[in-house]
């Protein structure tokens, strides 16, 4: 008997050993995948920082279509339903904040806007408890508000579905970027246990039912998606990611910004890329000022701007 214990034991203790071997090679090899870049991380200087005490974590920022000088914003899991008019510096827009009364901020992660004005926010944070199982992920749809505005009200709730999801692979389902192009809205997943994103697509914004979003492509971040927003004419994507160290920690050594120039359709990551590894802290939220210009914000409430010709072309 004690034998046969003995055994059970030491088989117990093999298998042990042979996973936390398994989980220190993966830890090593996303370390140096994720470090393994020619390129150094450009140290960037913020332009600006929140005056606004309220914005404690700007989670999707996008730029306004009444006054281009001016970007929406917002905050992360739990905060108010509310949109913040900013500047690049920083600085408060005429209206500092922007209810809106018909919508419920239990994880918003980012924003985008149509061509016609349309605002649509991303409630689409998937990893609080109970964790990667949410089944009351939505955007929601509003008409931009009026500066002058404190109020607004008509939100449209679309609720939506992943049509791959199990949860054996749950942690795949977390999310933190949507973006506006061809016609509709497109988000990009954050896994847990790897670095790969996943593209899916948005084939009905009408809200009348639970959409099931479709499948598009897939690509390797180099780390874990945080934001990001496609060019106004559509030909260039821009995604953000942070890097971890012993991905998956809560270690951040740098972020890498990434763009795709489109090739046609939904072929995003089919044509010339371009990327930068930057420190800037924890990158949150990305959104194109111009053709040319970027501007991002961190966890620190911090902004900053990159000009798109300081990427380096991915041979």
Request: one cysteine or more.
């Amino acid at each position: 008997m004690q034998d046969k214990r003995f055994m059970k034991n030491k088989t117990i203790l093999r298998i042990i050993l042979v996973l936390y071997a398994a989980m220190m090679i993966a830890s090593l090899f996303a370390c140096d995948k994720a470090g393994s870049d020619e390129d150094q991380a450009l140290v960037l200087e913020p332009v600006g920082t929140f005056s606004n005490t309220n914005i404690d974590e700007s989670s999707g920022i996008i730029q306004s279509s009444h006054d281009t000088s001016l970007y929406w914003t917002h905050n992360d899991s739990g905060g108010d339903a509310v949109l913040y008019s900013v500047k690049a510096d920083g600085t408060s827009g005429s209206t500092a904040a922007i209810t809106i009364s018909d919508a419920t901020n239990i994880d918003w992660e980012d924003i985008t806007m149509d061509g016609d004005g349309n605002i649509y926010v991303g409630d689409i944070g998937n990893n609080n408890p109970p964790y990667f199982e949410r089944d009351n992920l939505c955007l929601y749809k509003i008409s931009e508000p009026d500066l002058e505005s404190s109020t607004v009200s008509g939100a449209v709730a679309i609720p939506f579905v992943y049509p791959d999801y199990s949860f054996a692979t749950r942690y795949n389902y977390d999310a933190e970027a949507i973006f506006w192009s061809d016609g509709t809205v497109y988000l990009l997943t954050k896994h847990y246990l790897d670095t790969m994103s996943i593209l899916y697509r948005f084939d009905d914004l009408s809200g009348s039912e639970t959409t099931t979003l479709t499948r598009i492509d897939s690509f390797d971040a180099q780390g874990s998606v945080s934001a990001a927003d496609a060019s106004a004419d559509g030909n260039r994507l821009v995604v953000l990611a942070n890097v971890y160290v012993g991905y998956p920690s809560t270690a951040i050594t740098s972020s890498i910004i990434w763009l795709f120039e489109v090739t046609s359709g939904d072929n995003y990551f089919n044509g010339t890329k371009y990327r930068l590894r930057i420190d800037a802290g924890q990158c949150e939220a990305i959104c194109f000022m111009d053709d040319n210009t970027l501007l991002i914000t961190n966890e620190e409430k911090q902004l900053f701007t990159v000009n798109v010709d300081q990427l380096i072309e991915i041979k």
